[in-house]
């Protein structure tokens, strides 16, 4: 049996994709961020990066607590990810459109989480589409590439700025894991 | 004061006997901003019946209606008297203020009687079975869980807006198959596939025109998207009345809707086949062969119908018939036929005839972080609109 306090629910995907912003409009807290300025490819993209974990946290009635972890999208802080996972009952896969594959990181960060999502959930939150001409084109692509790893997850197109995307997205994530959830208002 | 009296839930409304024309005529008129308190359905359960009763043969269409009707409470349209059990009166040519002023009243008493039954009770008690009695079914336990006030408000919203009140029905009896099907080729859904459909193969923009007081067309490019300068009550009400009372046709379409709504085809078509189905099955879904969800709904960016998530969590994993997920979920048949409605018509659902065995794992396994994970949901179910 799980220990209530190490439950967690973890996001991870590429550098600017919008994991340290779900985070934030989920959490209860004013969410933690080892934010850094950004040195390498990553300028390029954001001014800061998150280098070690983002850090949020949601409670449920009684005073349980959900803790929400974000791994650094680089890929050179990949040693932390297995240690993050421990204890985590979901994962949320944050892409973004406007990256010219997200197939390709898709691939990447389900390979590197397999036995993670294995035995757990997986939800996919693409973020960005509005800045792309075809984002059909895009979902579809993911589908099928997520087809030929035998995977059959929600991908939602979100805005991680959005608390109703996120929670829309956390929510099919714990619905694929265990589609008896009784929920009145799902 | 309660909700019923706030008038938070539109009042069902269905016409009867009424000619093509007239009917067109009280259409527009109920789609006006004054009677958003209303809704006209073209058929299935209603709180209130309008009756035009100069018809070649008005006792048939008397008979034929009450068949249907047995209890509803009505209004008769006549240039004769007319005295009808549990009905009022109104001569023709009948003014839209008194008609109004009539309707508010028959509604004052269809809430005091809600009023004094339960709000889940008095969704029973109207119910009418096939065979045109009215039963007291009890309301599924799932259906009277409400952890949240939020929540619960969210759902009463969501089952007037896209399930309706259906009854559920024995689906085990195939007589009764018909009475919770729809054919989207008798409704503004049938037509709106079509123009999209031509859309798509001409490359051309086509433009769905008539009776409409507004534009609405479809624009081809890399994706189909929707201009439209209708207001969300009348399209509403354009899904619920039969194709026969709006008088319109699809034609190429070459000037932008200027100031007008832009949405995604597939995103408005999905709505629309909500509003359309109402808590009926799409007539191409077989009731008894089981479908499979290709993929799930991009639910953050269409509407998630009450039990939405969890049907599509069930659908991607193995394939099921409508008759066995109605029988396993425990939850109103109004929200699973709705919800198969609208994946349907997006294309998203595939008949998948197997064998049951092995298909039904989900609904045997007892998840230990279950209870856990209600808590979750209730958490992120609450203040949804934010």
Known sequence: ?186 | MSRMARYAEPLRIVLFGFSERNAAMLTQLFSGIRWKDYVLVASGPADLGIVELDTPSPERTWLDYRRQYPQTLSIVLSLQDQKRENTHFMRKPVDTAELRSTIDILRKRIDESKIRLSPASAGNARRESVSGSVTSTPMPASARVSTQHAADEMDCELEERFGGNAPDVDLTDPRVHPTVVYDPGQYFQGLLEQAINQARTSGIAQEISGNLPGRLRIVAGSELTIEHSLRVPFLRQMCLVGLQSIKTTIQPSYDPVVGGTHAKASEFLWQVALWTARGRLRKSIPIDVPVRLLRWPNFTRVAASPHAMQIAAILVRAPHSALELSARLRIPQRHLFSFLSAVETSGILELAPVAASGRAAWATRSRPLRALFNRIINVLSADADK
Do not use: C
């Open chain 1, 1 to 186: 049996m799980k220990n209530e306090a190490n439950y967690k629910i973890v996001f991870t995907g590429p550098v600017g994709a919008g994991k340290t912003t779900a985070i934030g409009v989920l959490s209860d807290i004013p969410p933690i961020s080892t934010d850094e300025a950004a040195t390498d490819m990553t300028a390029k993209r954001k001014k800061s990066t998150t280098v070690a974990l983002d850090y949020g946290m949601m409670r449920l009635a009684g005073g349980e607590r959900i803790h929400l972890y974000g791994t650094p999208g680089q890929e050179r802080f990949d040693f932390m990810w297995e240690i993050l996972t421990e204890g985590g009952i979901g994962l949320v896969l944050m892409l973004d459109g406007a990256r010219p594959s997200p197939e390709q990181d898709m691939s990447f960060f389900l390979d590197a989480f397999k036995d993670f999502i294995s035995s757990t959930g997986l939800a996919i939150g693409v973020t960005r589409l509005d800045l792309v001409e075809d984002r059909d084109r895009i979902l579809k692509s993911l589908h099928e590439r997520l087809g030929r790893m035998n995977l059959n997850p929600p991908v939602f197109d979100v805005d991680a700025r959005s608390k109703r995307d996120v929670r829309m997205l956390v929510k099919a994530m714990l619905y694929a894991v265990d589609p008896e959830v009784n929920d009145a208002a799902a």
